[in-house]
């Protein structure tokens, strides 16, 4: 059995006891000595059942502890760290959630930071609207360490909430003037745009009750209705800037950092001119009437559209300029862009020539706010030519085109040499070589390029015979007649011409030698014909110009007699006290008019030379006029009257002032009668030479007449067929002749007319049938054509005699006299309806006014109708031609009269009376077909016409259009001379567009028994 005492025995016991006790007592010591560091373990020691945490290296503690703070401040969170600094600190945000969070406000935040140098960890958190708890804590950085991390404890941030908008809305609320509705804006959009004068409306509620609230606009403060948690208010845009929105709630507590509205005032800009008419200078016409042609556009609309203009009259009468403002009626403010058609009357400002109106125009918009804007336009001049600088003018345009006429005539006689030269090169090649196509197609370039001087040409004279007609610079006679010289030069545009250079390129392009030979043959002939066209056309113009100077010095000395007769009643109202600058100024107006009067003396000693071609005695009469003793005193009157007005001797000024008026009155008389006198001449000059080209045909007529009868008696086998066969040609020859003498005559006047060559075109062609018959003993055939030819030069011969008794009545070669006065008449009319139709389509009149003037116009346009076509009706029944386009106009009327009567007057309605006149004022300046269409031609209905000639013609005239057309291309080909196949294709044309005449008596009876009436 083992005992203790011998496992511990008792002297080893003690010496346990002993060195336990000694431990014990070191230990006690140990820990008294360090109890600081010790006394954590004792305490352990003591409490062995507590669970203690495992030691930190260190601790972690907040400075700032719980803090306050208001919305949307920012906070700085300081925290230290005991015993150790760790590298790093994290800081945690734990959201305090309450009902009215959502979810993105529930999120935690977390944040480090690193040791500074006071050895703090310093957090800075901006923008803080929510309460939140936070703690500071340092994370283990190894698995190993007994400690997870080391944590602060946790504090709160309390956050108190500012006033903040919940919601708000701005309203844009633009100036009345312009027209715009409001515009409504969410909040969200911090750019306001408006115009200026716009009224800005404020709409806000807040999350707080508001004590106060406010617009701080620049440094302006504004101040807001409050109610509650609302508030409103307003303020007008002026201009650019930015506005902020203040709130203040019961606590005193204000809203943190307010949005910045930006404020943007949106230009009203400036309304928008086109001048499309007039040009920035014109010349103004007797009528002083300007059209006008504005496009106006605005943003907005407009309130005002007026002319600014100056009055300037000449330097030498000393006078101010009148300044005035002429409103335009025609702008509807509030239509924002506008097409202006107006006529602006200046007669009413009582413009003299030379006189000019400087003018601008003024467009103004409806600006309200800052005050209408204006939008200027560049300056304008119109300008009341004096007489003597339009017929200047005129003449340097008619002797540039006679220039340039020449010229082109000397190219066309080079490119006649370039042709011929060609033609026999061609003649002796087979085939073309490469250096014939090079010429061949020179030349069709040089003969396009004078096609092109001929539409040149062409506008030159429209050009002339537009400002002649504009300032009444021609009498209708002179009007006719540049009318006329324009057709000629576009008939020699003619289709057969274009087709014809085209089958030279076609050909030449094919290289067909046959073809392009006749195709050069045939351009050799149109360019011969262009070339003859041209001559008789330099001829026609000057004598053109020798007519138009007498009419030039007439004209002038009516006005000179006019202003003369003015000055004259206000010389006779001066006395001994009229102001020295009224005596001035009647001097230098009497001054003018003896330079004007010498000027057209000069004038005088020239057109005497330019007559002298057609008419001696009144060229003679002319230049004698210039130098007699009547103009010799009428100057001398005129220059003692504006001497004595210069020493303000009135009552010997006013003598020699009705001296002059006298004098100047029967100079303008004597040259009157000076140029009645030129016209006699040169129409009896004319109707001689028609007479004895009649008698020519009448003898014509009665040799084939003789021939008929005696071709009637041979038969068939007869050996007299051969001589009769020689005497057709023989009269075929003279009739040739006759041809040719018309010709002549046509470069002299247009009163040759297509039906005199028509005429004579048939009975050459009938002829040339009788002679081929005649030849082959066809003697019956033969006396057909004979018959024919009879009936055809006796439609020529009468009429040639219409043409004289035309001439002979008219003083001119138109013969219309009649009808232009009672056109003139009816243009006079139509063009008042027109003046009522535009007050009615521009002018703001009452419903009933516009009723009732629609009504007249109705009953005038009828009349206007019903006179046109009794006029058309006997211009018709006399067999005169060249109505143009009436019966378009006829076409017109009746439209306009539907629409009247329908009470609708429309921009078509109006358009429509403008054309009316514009034919009817086409139909009095120039007779002639201008314009028409085949549509509008107007045609005679067949009739039955009955002709009983020397022998008995049958009933039926026995030809057709188609076999006249025939019978003149064979005429063509019939060998005559060159002028007599460029009168016939001249004439070729027309050929289709006239009856033959119906006649019941022979035509050489018809002629005689005129000639007796008469």
Do not use: C
């Not at 070191?26 to 020691?45: E, K, P, T």
């Not at 067909?512 to 002939?525: C, G, V, Y």
């Not at 004597?670 to 080209?693: C, D, H, K, R, Y």
Request: glycine residues 4%; aromatic residues 6%.
């Amino acid at each position: 059995m083992l005992k203790l005492k011998d496992l511990f025995p008792k002297n080893l016991v003690w010496s346990g006891k002993k060195i336990t006790l000694t431990l014990l007592i070191l230990v006690a010591l140990s820990i008294s000595i360090f109890w600081n560091h010790s006394s954590g373990a004792v305490y352990r020691w003591i409490h062995p059942r507590t669970k203690f945490a495992v030691p930190k290296p260190f601790v972690l503690e907040s400075i700032t502890k719980d803090i306050r703070i208001l919305g949307g401040e920012s906070v700085s969170l300081s925290i230290k760290a005991a015993s150790v600094l760790p590298d790093t600190v994290f800081l945690s945000l734990t959201p305090l959630v309450s009902k009215d969070m959502d979810s993105t406000q529930t999120s935690s935040l977390l944040v480090k930071s690193s040791p500074d140098s006071s050895k703090l960890y310093t957090f800075v958190i901006n923008d803080i609207y929510h309460d939140y708890s936070y703690q500071a804590f340092v994370p283990a950085d190894h698995f190993w360490q007994t400690w997870k991390k080391v944590s602060s404890n946790e504090y709160r941030i309390l956050v108190t909430d500012r006033p903040t908008m919940e919601d708000f809305s701005i309203t844009v609320i633009p100036p009345k003037y312009s027209q715009l509705k409001p515009q409504i804006q969410a909040g969200n959009q911090a750019n306001v745009r408006g115009l200026k004068g716009s009224t800005i409306s404020i709409k806000l509620s807040s999350n707080r009750v508001l004590e106060k609230s406010f617009l701080l606009l620049g440094d302006n403060e504004i101040q807001l209705t409050s109610r509650g948690k609302r508030a409103q208010g307003e303020f007008l845009l002026h201009q650019d800037g930015m506005f902020t929105v203040h709130l203040l709630d019961k606590r005193g507590i204000t809203n943190r950092n307010p949005i910045p509205y930006h404020l943007e005032v949106i230009p009203d800009l400036f309304p928008d001119l086109h001048i499309i008419a007039p040009p920035p200078v014109i010349e103004l016409g007797e009528n002083q009437l300007l059209p006008l042609h504005l496009e106006i556009e605005d943003d907005f609309g407009f309130s005002t559209l007026q002319i600014g203009y100056e009055l300037r009259r000449p330097t030498y009468l000393q006078i101010d300029p009148f300044i005035s403002i002429f409103t335009i009626p025609d702008l509807i403010p509030e239509q924002l862009h506008q097409k202006i058609y107006t006529v602006w009357d200046l007669s009413d400002l009582g413009l003299m020539p030379e006189d000019e109106v400087h003018f601008h125009f003024e467009l103004y918009d409806n600006d309200e706010v800052s005050g209408p804007k204006k939008t200027l336009s560049g300056t304008f001049i119109a300008r009341l030519p004096s007489l003597a600088d339009l017929f200047t003018a005129m003449g340097e345009k008619e002797q540039n085109i006679i220039e340039e006429t020449e010229i082109q005539l000397e190219e066309l006689i080079a490119l006649q040499e370039h042709l011929e030269k060609t033609d026999l090169e061609l003649l002796k090649s087979e085939e073309i070589n490469w250096e014939q196509q090079q010429e061949i197609k020179k030349i069709l370039e040089e003969a396009s390029e004078e096609i092109e001087q001929l539409k040149k040409l062409t506008e030159a004279i429209k050009t002339l015979e537009e400002s002649g007609e504009k300032h009444g610079l021609f009498s209708q006679d002179l009007m006719e007649k540049f009318q006329e010289l324009q057709n000629l030069v576009n008939e020699l545009i003619s289709e057969d011409l274009l087709m014809n250079m085209d089958e030279a390129r076609n050909a030449l392009e094919n290289l067909d030698m046959k073809d392009l030979m006749s195709a050069m043959d045939q351009l050799s002939q149109n360019m011969e014909q262009i070339e003859q066209e041209l001559d008789r056309f330099i001829d026609i113009l000057k004598r053109i110009q020798a007519e138009q100077m007498t009419y030039e010095i007439t004209k002038r000395l009516e006005q000179l007699v006019k202003e003369q007769d003015v000055l004259n009643d206000n010389i006779q109202k001066t006395n001994d006290t009229t102001d020295p600058s009224e005596f001035s100024k009647l001097e230098q107006e009497e001054k003018r008019n003896l330079e004007e009067f010498q000027n057209i003396l000069d004038i005088m000693e020239d057109a005497s030379d330019i007559m002298e071609e057609y008419s001696k005695s009144s060229s003679e009469a002319m230049e004698n006029l210039s130098q007699s003793e009547l103009a010799e005193k009428t100057e001398g009157d005129l220059s003692e009257s504006a001497n004595q007005l210069g020493e303000e001797a009135s009552s010997s000024s006013k003598q020699s002032s009705r001296s002059a008026l006298k004098n100047l009155q029967s100079f303008h008389q004597m040259a009157l009668n000076i140029q009645q006198q030129f016209q006699q001449e040169t129409t009896s000059e004319m109707a001689g030479e028609f007479q004895s080209i009649m008698q020519d045909i009448l003898t014509l007529s009665k040799s084939q007449e003789s021939l008929h009868e005696t071709t009637s008696g041979i038969p068939r086998n007869s050996p007299r067929i051969k001589d009769l066969a020689v005497y057709q040609q023989m009269l075929s020859d003279q009739l040739t002749q006759v041809m040719s003498a018309l010709m002549d005559l046509s470069k002299k006047t247009f009163a040759v007319t297509p039906q005199i060559g028509k005429s004579l075109g048939r009975a050459s062609a009938e002829i040339k049938e009788s002679i081929d018959n005649l030849a082959e003993r066809k003697g019956n055939n033969a006396k057909s054509h004979q018959v024919l030819a009879m009936k055809s030069l006796n439609e020529a011969a009468l009429e040639i005699y219409n043409t004289i008794q035309q001439m002979q009545s008219g003083g001119s070669a138109s013969g219309f006299e009649q009808f232009l006065a009672q056109m003139e008449g009816l243009s006079g009319q139509q063009q008042s309806i027109n003046s009522q139709g535009m007050q009615l389509a521009f002018s703001q009149l009452a419903a009933n006014t516009q009723q009732a003037m629609m009504q007249q116009m109705l009953s005038s346009q009828k009349q206007v109708q019903k006179s046109l076509q009794e006029l058309m009706n006997e211009m018709a029944e006399s067999g005169q031609q060249g109505l143009g386009d009436m019966s378009g106009a006829a076409q017109e009327m009746e439209e306009v009269i539907k629409d009247l009567k329908s009470r609708k007057y429309s921009r078509k309605t109006y358009e429509r009376q403008k054309r009316i006149l514009s034919r009817m004022l086409d139909s009095q300046k120039s007779l002639t077909r201008r314009g028409q269409k085949e549509k509008r031609l107007a045609t005679t209905a067949n009739q039955n016409n009955v002709f009983i000639g020397p022998s008995g013609l049958p009933i039926d005239l026995g030809q057709r259009q188609s076999i006249t057309i025939e019978a003149l291309n064979q005429a063509m080909k019939a060998g005559y001379s060159r002028d007599y196949q460029t009168m016939i294709r001249r004439y070729f044309n027309a050929l289709g567009q006239a009856s033959f005449l119906e006649t019941s008596k022979e035509p050489e009876n018809i002629i005689n028994e005129n000639i007796e009436n008469e």
